[in-house]
């Protein structure tokens, strides 16, 4: 079997669930990634659910992180779960993350709106999570693992530090750990930190240095090298 390609920018999490150039647009209009190319069917897909989505369906034959057809409740909820992170928590805490962080004016009543949405979310989750391992059934799933890489930098997306940043969230900093204390967690997290190393970039994306996501976006419209020298 030949392996997928994906194409992603190291340090932004959707990609690390599964370049906004031509020929990247031509795979993806949207120009965002992550999208896979699977030399095995041919397949082409971006958003990261339906990727998601689709490695369960062709590669998960062992349904080691899914359920069968026949439990339909446990199997839909998980779909369920997938869409839940997908319109609710990607899209929140980015914004959150763009409206703490990036953009230029620091407007209060937007940056509140996104951090107590992102937070009532983690509420939602502590809650199901109570007396419970994971989202559905008795094992850890799709669902389960398509939290992590945006719950692991909540802390860039809502200032705080890290190692509070699940402080009133117990069940969800449990299950949390649960997954990132698994080997396939630590290559990943090991593979990014190493790709972002390489690229010189730093944690907002942005190379090393840049001072503000303004003057990166007019380098790159110039042509320029990105690449700030230190
Ligand atoms: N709903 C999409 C969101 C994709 C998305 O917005 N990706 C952002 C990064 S998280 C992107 O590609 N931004 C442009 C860039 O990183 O160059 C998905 O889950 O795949």
Redesign the pocket.
Known sequence: MKPIRVWL?PT???PWKV??RPPFINLNPN????AIEDPNTGVVL????AIVTYIIERYDKDLKLTYPDDRVQDKHALNQWLHFQ?SLQ?PFY?QAGWFNFLHPEKIASVQERFNNECKRQLGVLNGVLEGKEWLVGEKMTYADLSFVPWNDILHQCIPMAAEDRFKEFPNVQAWHERMTSRDSWKMIADARKKAMEEQDLAWT?MPKGMPTYQEYLDKIAKGEDTRVST
Do not use: D, K, R, Y
Request: glycine share 16%; net charge negative; no cysteine.
């Open positions: 920018t932004i999490p959707n370049v906004l120009a965002s990634v992550p971006w958003e990261s659910g997908m990607g980015h994306g």
